[in-house]
């Protein structure tokens, strides 16, 4: 059973930065597809970015290409989400979500065997 423990949202203005955390435990993370995944109220949840079980591979939804940036560290058993120029569009719950031996089709929200608990992200204009 893995844990997923998502951090670092919160209240910003819009053009402004924050970056996400979601750690790890209870499993092994390097063999881990890691996805973030976002929900804004009264919306479906919706893909935002991946990143490989190997980390060769990223994948972006179109509207935050450029903007956002995932990354991971084995060594912590975290994947990150930098997110820059916020917009007031980007305001929801962020999820992250673990895929064992993910590598393909990981904007499939039932690719994914764990979901953490989400973190509020708030973009004001």
């Known amino acids: 059973q893995v844990e997923l423990v998502e951090s670092g949202g919160g209240l910003v203005q819009a053009g402004c930065s924050l970056r996400l955390s979601c750690v790890a435990s209870?499993?092994?993370?390097?063999?881990?597809?890691m996805g973030w995944f976002r929900q804004a109220p009264g919306k479906e949840r919706e893909f935002v970015a991946a990143?490989?079980?190997?980390?060769?591979?990223?994948y972006y939804r179109d509207s935050v290409e450029g903007r956002f940036t995932i990354s991971r560290d084995n060594a912590k058993n975290t994947v990150y989400l930098q997110m820059n120029s916020l917009k007031p569009e980007d305001t929801a719950v962020y999820y992250c979500?673990?895929?064992?031996?993910?590598?393909?089709?990981?904007?499939?929200?039932?690719?994914?065997?764990?979901w953490g608990q989400g973190t509020q992200v708030t973009v004001s204009s």
């Open positions: 979500a673990a895929d064992l031996f993910g590598a393909a089709a990981m904007d499939r929200q039932g690719e994914y065997e764990y």
């Open positions: 209870g499993g092994a993370f390097s063999n881990y597809g």
């Open positions: 990143i490989s079980w190997s980390g060769g591979n990223t």
